[in-house]
């Protein structure tokens, strides 16, 4: 099963504006991370943020995690075409396996 | 470094028939891990090696499957018997042993399996 569950499941922006999406997810975690997946390739890792951490920065790329309502969010600044992806949270569950929702597949128009 | 790699990254197979995919991981990796996806859906987690030992196997890693990492390096995943729902991208990736908590795992392009 699933853990984290990505909201909204789907959104299409115009270049150069900001996009955001969001995370749940059940149990208690030790990092959350996010990853992001062009169509029919693999996933290129994006950024961990650890559960004593409240924000974190890398580039045009902000997420926060707020473990009291288990959720996360991932803005992307300034957006690009090349942002076009779907993008995926992915908690830890043990200390090997990490547990990944649905995605939210992002479309970035010219 | 060449990151992971994995072969081959598009197999057709009839039902019934067995496919081996094969991965790379990163030089030096300690940990080697296998995921499925099923379209529009993410990664679901399949198995772990930590050097050679296969340390957890899901559910989902049915007596049909089977995965090995011989030597501690490259690692294989047999599925014997396709079925049509054995249809996916399966994803191999890698991480160095972590010092804490779980580490960035590090994913390779994917072989996309289609039983026909």
């Known amino acids: 099963s699933q853990q984290g569950e990505e909201d909204p499941q789907a959104l299409s922006i115009q270049e150069g504006e900001n996009a955001t999406m969001n995370c749940s997810y059940k149990t208690s975690i030790n990092n959350l991370q996010w990853y992001r997946q062009n169509s029919g390739r693999g996933l290129v890792h994006l950024i961990l943020?650890?559960?004593?951490?409240r924000e974190k920065h890398s580039g045009r790329l902000r997420v926060t995690l707020d473990t009291s309502k288990k959720s996360s969010s991932l803005l992307i600044t300034a957006s690009r075409a090349a942002d076009t992806a779907s993008y995926f949270c992915a908690t830890d569950e043990d200390d090997y396996k990490l547990s990944f929702g649905a995605g939210t597949t992002v479309t970035v128009r010219a | 470094d060449t990151g992971v790699s994995q072969d081959p990254r598009h197999k057709i197979t009839k039902r019934g028939q067995n496919v081996t995919f094969r991965c790379d991981p990163i030089s030096e990796h300690n940990r080697l891990y296998w995921y499925r996806q099923t379209l529009g859906q993410g990664p679901e987690f399949l198995t772990y090696?930590?050097?050679?030992?296969?340390?957890?196997k899901s559910r989902l890693l049915s007596d049909r499957f089977s995965a090995e990492r011989p030597k501690g390096s490259f690692s294989t995943l047999e599925i014997q018997r396709t079925e049509q729902g054995d249809s996916a991208m399966y994803l191999c990736?890698?991480?160095?042993?972590?010092?804490?908590?779980?580490?960035?795992?590090?994913f390779g392009p994917g072989t996309r399996l289609t039983v026909l």
């Open positions: 943020i650890r559960s004593n951490e």
């Open positions: 090696f930590q050097n050679e030992a296969q340390l957890e």
């Open positions: 990736a890698s991480s160095p042993r972590p010092r804490r908590a779980t580490d960035t795992q590090y």
